[in-house]
């Protein structure tokens, strides 16, 4: 009953400082790349307003409105003062008499049906982007339409809609109850990027198309074609805004990934170590697997954690990426997890793939570190409970102090993995 009063006044509260202070809204939602597009559009929206983010996944029902403004969570999170405390800041920031951002960016997330349209109670955003349509949390979802009616259903209460052509079926537009939506991606979408010149550890060289601008000459430091996406939703986002061409080409060049989301870190033996490991996916590991494929290095190697939260359909997902590990481009797969082990790991192994597979990430760096080349290109990708892949990352780092830019490093979180693993 607490929780739903606190709630109920955060979002009353959000609405009214909102509106006060006419602050523009663009909120993100997809099966993934959420995290990632976010903080693209608000690296490149940079360049002419002031924006107002979060660099993690402050996503749910709670979170949300205390991103709006700009605090964190209580201390204290089960003390009633604490909470009533917080209602007290916010009330005080409705008030001031200076508009302290422009643009906030947000990123909506869900668990369960209802959660996206959840916010729609007292979110009105000017633009809504929608990265992908993709499994997830399937044990509540159970079918993909139930899936993209819930991240669709941001459409119903935002401005304008701009949705990923490449990773969102034309099947389920009919979710999106609303005409007022434009494309990013490639091939035919309104917005687009096109790769003129790529190396895997080099920026992307390349064109980003837009009605507004025409073709822009631009570059990208990031790793992985799929993540180009972000880029041309944040330049999607930019046109609408009233950025010039010139903002755009520079804001593009200032997008980074965020950590633990296809990160370049140097590890062992002038070793290179592609840390994709705050989650993962069917659509989100074959992206990553690609990217490894296109690296030269005498050793390639992939740690595939067990995906969590896909029900019924695990068994299918794990042996999908399984089935996308190439026997003749990969030298070693090695697995965390129950699940990756029942169902990837025999899927690897029919692809010619070497197979080693693990209970907990330590005992997989300790073998990578074991068996690794110098020069190897090594990805690491995986999701939190019972995988936590960023702790095998610990294991091949070069430098120690690059620890600091893994996920998951609070000591909240590291007393849970080592909770989690002291068997092993």
């Not at 916010?119 to 992908?132: E, R």
């Not at 631009?218 to 972000?230: F, I, P, R, S």
Request: hydrophobic share 45%.
């Amino acid at each position: 009953m607490f929780k739903a009063f606190v709630l109920f006044v955060l979002q009353i509260q959000a609405k009214r400082y909102l509106a006060r202070h006419q602050m523009r809204l663009v909120v993100v939602t997809g099966s993934v790349g959420k995290t990632s597009t976010k903080l693209a559009i608000a690296a490149v929206l940079g360049e002419k307003y002031r924006v107002r983010s979060q660099m993690g996944n402050y996503n749910v029902d709670v979170t949300v409105p205390l991103v709006i403004f700009d605090l964190p969570l209580p201390e204290h999170l089960k003390n009633p003062f604490s909470w009533l405390g917080l209602l007290l800041k916010t009330e005080s920031l409705i008030h001031q008499k200076n508009q302290p951002v422009d643009v906030i960016v947000l990123e909506l997330g869900t668990d369960k049906p209802g959660d996206v349209s959840a916010f729609g109670k007292y979110l009105s955003p000017d633009i809504a982007v929608v990265t992908a349509v993709a499994a997830e949390h399937m044990e509540f979802f159970k079918t993909m339409d139930a899936v993209a009616q819930e991240e669709l259903s941001v459409a119903a209460y935002s401005k304008l809609t701009i949705i990923n052509r490449d990773d969102i079926d034309e099947n389920y537009a009919k979710y999106a109850y609303t005409e007022n939506i434009d494309t990013y991606g490639s091939g035919t979408a309104e917005y687009r990027f096109l790769i003129e010149e790529s190396a895997p550890d080099k920026p992307f060289l390349g064109t980003f198309i837009a009605p507004e601008y025409g073709e822009l000459k631009v570059v990208l430091n990031l790793v992985g074609e799929h993540n180009a996406k972000a880029a041309v939703a944040a330049g999607a986002v930019a046109a609408k805004f009233g950025l010039s061409s010139e903002e755009v080409v520079s804001g593009m060049a200032k997008i980074v990934p965020a950590p633990g989301r296809m990160q370049m870190l140097p590890g062992l033996e002038h070793s290179t170590i592609i840390d994709d490991t705050y989650n993962s996916s069917p659509i989100s590991a074959i992206a990553a697997l690609q990217t490894l494929y296109l690296f030269q290095s005498p050793q390639h190697i992939a740690i595939l954690g067990s995906m969590n939260e896909l029900g019924e359909m695990s068994a299918q997902l794990h042996e999908q990426v399984g089935h996308a590990c190439d026997g003749s481009l990969l030298d070693w797969v090695v697995t965390i997890g129950d699940e990756a082990e029942k169902y990837l790991a025999p899927a690897a192994r029919a692809k010619g793939c070497p197979v080693k597979s693990f209970h907990s990430p330590y005992e997989a760096g300790a073998f990578v570190r074991a068996t690794m080349h110098p020069r190897a290109v090594i990805l690491v990708k995986g999701s939190q409970n019972g995988v936590f892949a960023e702790e095998a990352v610990k294991l091949l780092l070069h430098n120690v102090k690059d620890e600091l830019r893994l996920v998951r490093q609070s000591p909240e979180w590291l007393q849970k993995k080592t909770a989690q693993f002291s068997a092993f």
